[in-house]
């Protein structure tokens, strides 16, 4: 009985190694490794190179945009009167020549009058020095009478010429007998004030002007500078400038004036930006913040503000190799300039580095 028991058990041994002959082993297939980065999340990316860049010294300051001095002008009047009608308000753009204002004026009035008067006595000395040098030329008349008859002529010329000029000037070229006259705008700009209304009088002993004319296609940067920053800070210096307006727009320009004279309350120093301002965008008493910059010759490896990942007081930026080679690193700020980061330690140049929506893959790196 035992040993037929152990032939069956052979016989059953023998049967399984056969069937395990001849089945097929199917080996699996090792799956492909992923990318780092996928073609979807590439398109999300920006890249940069780390370059050697010169190491500006820089002064932060505040300011307020002003305008140019030598492109306002104040409108005055030329004569009392009564205002009859104004044209123009607060803000509106007006040309050279453009009428601003129409006044009524007594003065005015009596200038014509007075114009009048001295042609009727144009006139009438004409005639004299004729008759009298017909006479002096016939015997009748004396020298003496002659020259008096032509002095008298020269006399009311002098007169009428006279009160012609004054009506120019007080009228500047824009009145009429009615003595009605006209304010025009002497250059192109912005009516920055308006002093007057319709129904005013303008007395002659009234200093104020009626408007005032603008032009802001150049503007001025009042900045203040601190005692501390004084000495770094130099006429034709680089400067840009931002406002709260245009928070993303670079105004650039350069230091033109430096006071010498610190201010005795607030101890600042002021300087003077010059501007180009041709889209009117900057505006007088706007406030600014100011970038005094200049450029040295120390070259030190920069990249971009938007490459530094800041946590936990350390500063990283992603290293983009290939698609499946990509590392965090960190890096020793020096100092920041503009939109630059100046490194001290922690990258070389010409590495390249991630500059947009590098977060993404900070996480995925750095989450364990």
């Not at 052979?10 to 089945?23: G, T």
């Not at 932060?60 to 009564?82: C, Q, R, T």
Request: glycine letters at 6%; aromatic letters at 8%.
């Amino acid at each position: 009985m035992r040993n037929k028991y152990l032939c069956i058990l052979l016989i059953l041994s023998f049967v399984q190694f056969i069937n395990a002959c001849k089945e097929k082993v199917e080996t699996p297939l090792t799956e492909a490794k992923q990318p780092i980065i996928s073609d979807s999340t590439m398109q999300l990316l920006q890249i940069d190179t780390v370059q050697l860049r010169s190491e500006d010294d820089i002064v932060k300051l505040n300011g307020e945009v002003s305008f140019d001095d030598n492109k306002v002008v104040k409108v005055y009047p030329f004569s009392s009167g009564h205002v009859l009608s104004t044209n123009v308000s607060v803000g509106d753009y007006v040309k050279a020549g453009q009428i601003l204002a129409t006044i009524k004026s007594a003065d005015i009035s009596g200038n014509y009058s007075d114009l009048s008067i001295s042609g009727n006595d144009v006139s009438i000395n004409k005639r004299a020095v004729d008759n009298a040098e017909h006479l002096y030329q016939n015997g009748i008349a004396s020298q003496k009478e002659y020259l008096e008859a032509k002095e008298n002529y020269s006399k009311a010329l002098a007169n009428a010429n006279k009160i012609k000029t004054q009506i120019a000037i007080n009228g500047g070229g824009r009145t009429s007998a009615n003595g009605n006259y006209t304010v025009a705008s002497p250059r192109s700009g912005f009516v920055v004030e308006k002093l007057i209304n319709p129904g005013n009088f303008i007395r002659n002993d009234n200093n104020n002007s009626l408007f005032t004319i603008g032009d802001i296609s150049d503007v001025w940067i009042w900045a203040n500078v601190f005692e501390l920053d004084i000495a770094k800070v130099k006429q034709g210096y680089n400067a840009a400038v931002t406002t709260v307006a245009y928070p993303d727009k670079v105004f650039n320009g350069k230091v033109d004036k430096i006071n010498q004279i610190l201010d005795p309350v607030t101890k600042v120093m002021k300087i003077k930006i010059v501007l180009q301002n041709k889209e009117h965008l900057l505006k007088p008493s706007m406030f600014a913040n100011i970038i005094i910059s200049n450029a040295t010759s120390t070259q030190t490896l920069a990249v971009p503000s938007s490459s530094i990942i800041s946590e936990n007081g350390k500063n990283f930026v992603v290293i983009y190799n290939n698609n499946n080679d990509v590392k965090v690193q960190e890096v020793s700020i020096k100092k920041v300039v503009g939109n630059f980061n100046f490194i001290s330690s922690g990258l070389q140049e010409g590495q390249k580095i991630i500059t947009k929506n590098q977060i993404l893959l900070y996480r995925k790196l750095t989450v364990k």
